[in-house]
């Protein structure tokens, strides 16, 4: 099985104060993989099914997306809806990062098959702690080979 230093990681968000917070506290957790930035979910979905302005790109497999809920074109959750419904993507690992809370829309992201949900904290230290704890989690966490 790779490791998470094989993984190339797909952040998806539309906030790019967020983004940059995000991959910032990654690398300060010691994080060093590919990081491939996406401020929508319809981009996301070209990305990963080699469509649009994608069709030629290559993204080498394992993959593992941070998928925010709140995206402009297509949201969060019809992203994960689609990647885990789809043979070609339903082993990538999704991480959702986003700032909603509420019980019912975290069992609904786990229902739809999500690996991990994250509530992002408001404030920029805490913030920055759980993506420092996030990369701790990452550097330790074993994915699945892709096809």
Not at 26 to 44: C, F, H, M, W, Y
Not at 47 to 54: A, I, K, R
Not at 92 to 119: F, K, M, Q
Request: some cysteine; glycine content about 6%; aromatic content about 6%.
């Amino acid at each position: 099985m790779p490791s998470i230093n094989e993984v190339t990681i797909v952040l998806v968000e539309d906030n790019e104060g967020h983004a940059r917070l995000i991959e910032k506290n990654l690398r300060r957790a010691k994080i060093s993989n590919p990081i491939t930035k996406l401020e929508d979910g319809q981009l996301v979905l070209d990305y990963l099914f080699g469509e649009q302005g994608y069709v030629n790109t290559l993204h080498h497999p394992p993959l593992l997306v941070l998928l925010d809920l709140n995206l402009p074109v297509i949201d969060g959750y019809r992203v994960l809806e689609k990647m885990k419904s789809d043979d070609r993507t339903k082993t990538i690992p999704i991480i959702v990062l986003t700032t909603t809370d509420d019980a019912h829309e975290i069992n609904r992201c786990y229902e739809l098959g999500c690996n991990v949900y994250i509530t992002k904290p408001v404030e920029y230290e805490e913030f920055a702690e759980a993506i420092a704890r996030l990369g701790l989690f990452l550097s330790v966490v074993m994915l699945p080979n892709e096809g």
